[in-house]
């Protein structure tokens, strides 16, 4: 059981990793003007997005489907924060779906917003890490 959870955390954590930079490099990338500039953000923001991000959500969830099903769903589906947690993970989910559309969108020069709004959208996974972390270590109800 320790073992799912600590792997479950460590995929968990390179998730975020990515989750943390990649609208940094949209950041930059909304920034940049020059072809060389541009062409290097999509290089990064790819190989972060389908080598680290995507895998990491994935190995998450296994981990975490994994624990469910040996005891955590038992244990706690009739308490509400296992049930808000997961709702988090979804609306996290959903995000990681708007960063791949952002990442296409750059891929095919067509990105509509500013610099600005993705440093808004990069403080984002803080609010779902704070949420989750707080849901899962706490259990407050």
Request: charged share 15%.
């Amino acid at each position: 059981m320790l073992w799912l959870k600590a792997l479950h955390l460590i995929f968990m954590v390179t998730w975020f990793a990515g989750l943390f930079y990649l609208p940094r490099l949209f950041v930059y990338h909304a920034m940049s003007d020059d072809e060389i500039s541009n062409e290097r953000f999509k290089v990064m923001e790819r190989k972060l997005f389908f080598g680290i991000m995507t895998p990491g959500m994935i190995i998450t969830f296994i981990f975490g489907i994994w624990m469910l099903g040996d005891y955590a769903w038992e244990l706690y589906s009739a308490t509400g924060w296992l049930h808000s947690k997961l709702t988090l993970l979804l609306l996290l989910v959903v995000y990681h779906g708007f960063c791949g559309k952002w990442l296409l969108d750059f891929k095919h020069d067509r990105n509509q917003h500013s610099h600005v709004f993705y440093r808004w959208m990069n403080e984002v996974p803080v609010l779902f890490l704070v949420g989750i972390i707080i849901l899962a270590v706490v259990k407050p109800f």
